[in-house]
């Protein structure tokens, strides 16, 4: 493993001003659906996330068919969608044998690029996928360069390609961009730090209107082969696709100069399929129910479901487990000033512990940089547990910088992508992927409960909650 810490850091979210999150409203507590969430937390950094892998998996237990909403006539889907995990597992990071894996993030560009043929939309947080961007001579760069280069190739075949960035900072490499542009791929530059003090932090593709990737990756090389990362492909899924084409257009309206968010956004943005009417359709053969939410508020058009209120919704329905896979957890505004406490979430893990007897398992990521205050919050979480209690919440924590494990939740597949702290959901734009299957032949769920037990049980994961001293696991000053 190479020490990343040579590489330059950029912080996405420098000190958004204070805002205080809306409250939450009452949760829907009919849903008994079976989730696992999976929030891919993605990781800003350009820098050292080695593993920023984060998912939130949670599951709890049987659905009751009564409370599913019912579609409008005619908008049943008929795709014959189909959908796959994703993972970047990072050089030098192994397992043991028979653990599970998943296609990779490279591969399934790859072939999503290869199979194009009239349209391709990347929602993006930054660029570099060079050694040149990077100042680096890596060879595992050789797979961002090539990404990179099988898109530049994409306009003289007729493929349309539009890119929505958030909006580089001074000293962020532009090449990528530049490149993209020569060859005729339509790009725009989102300024959320001036329209929501955030930045666009979602990571998605839209093919065709028919396929999608969602998930942690960032278009930089090492979120191919150096940085744990996790997402989704759903393939021949129009309905679906067509829908986060819309979350799409938003950020693509708010990338002209001088944009404005609309208040409130027009119908062509709004969507029907939401926590309360998800999308029925055929995933895997399988009988499914899926909706894709989005952050922060203010890029919510009618009908979009925020990220905060399905994440919680999925913890509020568990009745088993939530499994959360995250590189950061804070129940606080972490980039604010003056400092905000912001429970929204921890109060929902604790009440599902407390009041349900839900099993709650965190597993986080740390390094150097990690906020010093997330320790005694994740510890306080963990005092939950106790011989004497049957509540069982445990927090493990895996270092980057070795090779290691980011995080992830678990509770009915969600795939977000998102940093568990006050800001992300309020003012940082982000979008996540909410599944409910619910047919026998369910997989996706089973299939992120084996990702998250193959990260809880792997050596890189270590006990927080029994560690007295975190600081010399962490590296944290
Ligand atoms: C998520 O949290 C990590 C650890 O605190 C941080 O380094 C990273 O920049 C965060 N991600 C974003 C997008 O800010
Ligand atoms: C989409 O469906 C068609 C027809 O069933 C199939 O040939 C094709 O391989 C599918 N595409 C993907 C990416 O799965
Ligand atoms: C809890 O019980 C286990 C098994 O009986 C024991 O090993 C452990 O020391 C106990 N922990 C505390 C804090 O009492």
Redesign the pocket.
């Given at each position: 493993m190479k020490p990343y810490v040579t590489y330059k850091q950029l912080n996405p979210l420098d000190k958004p001003e204070e805002q205080l999150p809306p409250e939450q409203g009452t949760l829907p507590a009919h849903k008994r659906a079976r989730w696992a969430v999976l929030a891919t937390v993605l990781a800003a950094m350009l820098l050292a996330a080695l593993f920023t892998y984060p998912l939130v998996f949670l599951a709890g237990s049987t659905p009751s068919r009564q409370d599913r909403v019912r579609q409008a006539p005619g908008d049943a889907c008929t795709d014959?969608c189909?959908i796959t995990l994703v993972e970047s597992i990072p050089e030098g990071l192994t397992y043991g044998s028979a653990v599970p894996s998943h296609p990779s993030t490279f591969q399934t560009w790859l072939?999503l690029i290869g199979?194009a043929q009239s349209s391709l939309d990347i929602a993006s947080f930054y660029w570099t996928l060079t050694n040149a961007d990077t100042h680096t001579r890596e060879p595992s760069a050789q797979q961002g360069e090539q990404i990179l280069a099988e898109l530049t190739q994409l306009p003289q075949r007729g493929v349309a390609v539009r890119v929505a960035v958030s909006t580089p900072k001074a000293k962020q490499p532009l090449d990528d961009l530049e490149a993209l542009e020569r060859s005729g791929a339509a790009v725009r530059k989102v300024d959320l730090p001036r329209l929501t003090k955030g930045v666009l932090h979602t990571k998605f593709w839209v093919v065709d209107g028919a396929?999608i990737y969602l998930g942690s990756a960032n278009m930089d090389w090492r979120s191919l082969t150096q940085v744990k990362e996790l997402g989704a492909a759903v393939?021949?899924c129009s309905c679906l696709a067509r829908d986060l084409g819309k979350v799409f257009e938003a950020y693509w309206a708010l990338g002209v100069p001088d944009a404005t968010i609309p208040e409130p956004w027009p119908d062509s943005y709004s969507t029907i399929y939401n926590v309360e009417t998800p999308l029925q359709l055929q995933l895997n053969g399988t009988p499914a129910s899926v909706y894709l939410s989005s952050s922060p508020p203010a890029l919510c058009a009618r009908g979009r479901t925020e990220d905060l209120r399905a994440l919680l919704t999925v913890i509020d329905t568990a009745t088993d487990f939530v499994h959360i896979a995250v590189m950061s957890y804070l129940p606080t505004m972490e980039f604010s000033r003056p400092k905000r406490f912001w429970p929204a979430i921890d109060n929902h893990l604790r009440r599902a512990a407390y009041e349900r007897g839900v099993s709650v398992r965190l597993l986080v990521s740390c390094w150097s940089h990690s906020k010093p205050p997330m320790f005694p919050f994740l510890k306080s979480l963990a005092a939950l547990q106790d011989n004497r209690t049957r509540y069982s919440v445990e927090v493990h924590a895996v270092p980057l910088g070795g090779p290691g494990v980011g995080a992830g939740v678990t509770a009915g597949p969600l795939v977000g992508t998102s940093n568990w702290s006050g800001d992300y959901f309020v003012q940082t734009a982000g979008s996540a992927l909410v599944l409910d299957e619910t047919g026998a032949g369910a997989t996706v769920g089973a299939q992120l409960q084996a990702v998250f037990q193959r990260d809880w049980d792997s050596p890189y994961s270590t006990d927080l909650g029994s560690l007295a001293r975190w600081e010399s696991l962490c590296q944290t000053h």
């Open positions: 014959p189909r072939e199979g396929h393939y021949n």
